[in-house]
């Protein structure tokens, strides 16, 4: 069973900076690519960025230039840096993974960290 855990949300202050951090354990053969979604109350879940395995990112509109996504794949482990924090960006971020195990090919889910940023 591959699991996802999300750490390193909390409060700060609008214009301050938090680094989530996402790994991935298990029987874990390849991971493809990895990312970071987001959901704030009585909204819908919304991509914020992901990773290819090698390393080529893509960014919501809304955090280009403030977010910066990596991964460590010696450690399956991805990353988000945020920065410059508004406070629409609260929310609860989840991030994913697509990986091979030895159940094949799936999608796995964190349980989600919650972000929130004061005005």
């Known amino acids: 069973q591959v699991q996802l855990v999300e750490s390193g949300g909390g409060l700060v202050q609008a214009g301050g900076s938090l680094r989530l951090s996402c790994a991935a354990s298990?029987?874990?053969?390849?991971?493809?690519?990895m990312g970071w979604y987001r959901q704030a109350p009585g909204k819908q879940r919304e991509l914020v960025a992901t990773?290819?395995?090698?390393?080529?990112?893509n960014y919501a509109d809304s955090v280009k230039g403030r977010f910066t996504i990596s991964r460590d794949n010696a450690k399956n482990t991805v990353y988000l840096q945020m920065n410059s924090l508004r406070p629409e960006d609260t929310a609860t971020y989840y991030c994913?993974?697509?990986?091979?195990?030895?159940?094949?090919?799936?999608?796995?889910w964190g349980q989600g960290t919650q972000v929130t940023v004061s005005s």
């Open positions: 994913y993974a697509h990986v091979w195990s030895n159940s094949g090919w799936f999608h796995y």
């Open positions: 990773i290819t395995e090698g390393g080529s990112a």
């Open positions: 298990g029987i874990i053969f390849s991971i493809n690519a």
